[in-house]
């Protein structure tokens, strides 16, 4: 039989022992070291030089004096000092450091750790809040109802409250998580580099990128799409014909010019202009058409050529107008310094459609085309703006069918290998206007001068019956009005 107890080698009272007084003493005084243990510090490698009956230390590493080779052992006083060596998982809490510590692993490690009277948990490896934590989730907490809040002044805080949380680099992933019956549905944070990444999920296994903010610019960029960008400056575009709509437009150079006038307007379309414009400059070269698309704001689009040269900078078609369409559009667009050419009956150089839309014009060389160099319906507002060539023929030159042409400064038409239209240079029907005194004209052409019709108006000023170019008498028909 042992003589001590397996646990806390209290001393066993033997049969027939004689002064059983002297080990149950023994093993009450242990008892009395041992529970609800509390020592008065474990910073002491040697005692201290006064000690009071009951004092309790933990002996620190180094031990010294009376306690050598008694490191992390129970120190107790009474009438001399009495060491106990601890079992692993024994608790004792360490008045002088506010700490609850706990042996483990041959050593005194912290449980929780305080000051003043507050107590807090420190490397605790797993941590359960009504849910049971494991390797995967160290932490897991399932409630209603979390809060955070800000360490007050009063409290001897700073009112303040910031939760950071770090990665190791930028491919490592940092984000908050957000599922639902435990598949994800989105995630916000550092995912894969450094940006700032919202995305969604519906399934929980794909996943789009709804919104990213670079790190380094701080440029918000909606993958997706979202919200128009808003311009707080004028802002350049280049097209050239060895770009590529993959660029991003923003330098004259292959590498970052787009490839299609289209693409260009499309990017300008997509922005809030403010009270700023946008200029697309055009390099060398023949280009598809082009749609006008609605703006937004109360800036301009001004696509610009070679103004010296226009016939450098040609916009083809032969599948619809070479600039615009009969779709409506709003928003005011200013075009100078290249050529227009379509094939194709039913294909207009200039079409301008909508009772929003504005388009300004100067410095361009009309060539050839299968209908009306410019169109003007419903509503739309074309003004002329500057000088410019005439040097192929077509249906007609001007018809303000609904809309309105206005010569808004000095201008002369340069008429290059007698152009002919075929229904007549000037024509304004369904009450549309065409206002163009003042304006000068070089050169001949053949066909029929003027055509008026419908309630509508040509205005020249009087300056007469011959002033539009041509060979043959103009007509004013059904109300129309040629002054």
């Keep these: 039989m042992s003589e001590t107890t397996p646990r806390l080698t209290l001393p066993l009272v033997a049969a027939n022992q004689a002064q059983k007084h002297v080990p149950i003493n023994e093993a009450l005084t242990k008892l009395d070291a041992l529970v609800q243990l509390s020592v008065i ?14 004092d309790r230390y933990i002996v620190a590493v180094d031990a010294a004096g009376a306690w050598i080779s008694q490191e992390n052992k129970i120190a107790s006083h009474d009438s001399g000092w009495v060491f106990t060596s601890p079992a692993e998982g024994w608790l004792a809490w360490d008045q002088g450091a506010q700490e609850l510590v706990v042996f483990t692993d041959g050593e005194w ?3 929780t750790a305080g000051t003043e009277g507050e107590t807090s948990l420190q490397n605790i490896p797993l941590l359960g809040v009504g849910a049971e934590a494991d390797e995967t989730n160290p932490f897991s907490a399932k409630l209603n109802s979390a809060l955070w809040t800000a360490s007050v002044s009063g409290e001897g805080g700073s009112g303040d409250l910031r939760c950071v949380m770090n990665k190791e680099a930028a491919p490592n992933v940092l984000s908050l998580l957000m599922q639902s019956d435990y598949s994800g549905r989105a995630e916000i944070g550092l995912i894969g580099d450094d940006d700032l990444l919202f995305k969604v999920s519906a399934d929980g296994s794909t996943w789009k990128e709804s919104l990213r903010i670079d790190n380094s610019s701080g440029r918000v960029s909606f993958p997706a799409g979202g919200p128009r960008e808003l311009l707080t400056g004028s802002r350049t575009y280049y097209v050239r014909s060895d770009g590529s709509d993959s660029n991003d437009g923003r330098s004259d150079a292959s590498g970052g010019a787009f490839l299609t006038l289209q693409k260009a307007v499309d990017i300008a379309a997509s922005l809030d202009l403010g009270i700023h414009d946008v200029t ?19 800036g301009a689009v001004r696509i610009v050529g070679d103004v010296s040269t226009p016939s450098n900078v040609v916009i083809s078609s032969s599948s619809g107008a070479a600039v615009g369409s009969a779709t409506p559009y709003a928003g005011t667009y200013y075009l ?9 009956s039913g294909n207009h150089a200039l079409h301008v459609v909508g009772v929003a839309a504005v388009f300004d014009y100067a410095a361009l060389d009309f060539g050839s085309c299968g209908a009306t160099h410019v169109q003007v319906e419903t509503g739309a507002f074309v003004n002329i703006s500057g000088s410019y060539t005439i040097s192929g023929g077509a249906q007609r030159h001007w018809h303000a069918g609904g809309g309105i042409i206005f010569r808004g400064s000095p201008a002369t038409l340069t008429l290059s290998g007698t152009p002919n239209f075929s229904t007549c240079f000037a ?5 549309g206007v065409l206002t163009v005194s003042g304006t000068a004209f070089s050169g ?5 001068r003027y055509d008026v019709v419908q309630n509508a108006l040509i205005n020249t000023g009087g300056s007469g019956a011959s002033f539009f170019p041509g060979d043959v008498t103009g007509t004013d028909a059904t109300s129309g009005v040629y002054a």
């Excluded at 024509?427 to 009450?431: F, G, T, V």
């Design 41 to 54: 510090s474990r910073d002491l490698a040697e005692p201290p030089s006064e000690a009071e009956a009951g």
């Design 109 to 111: 490690a912290t449980v």
């Design 280 to 298: 697309i400059n055009i390099g060398p070269g023949t280009y598809d058409r082009f749609q006008p698309k609605t703006l937004v704001g109360a």
């Design 336 to 344: 100078s310094g290249v050529r227009l050419v379509t094939t194709g």
């Design 427 to 431: 024509r304004a029907s369904l009450m």
């Design 444 to 448: 001949p052409a053949t066909g029929k």
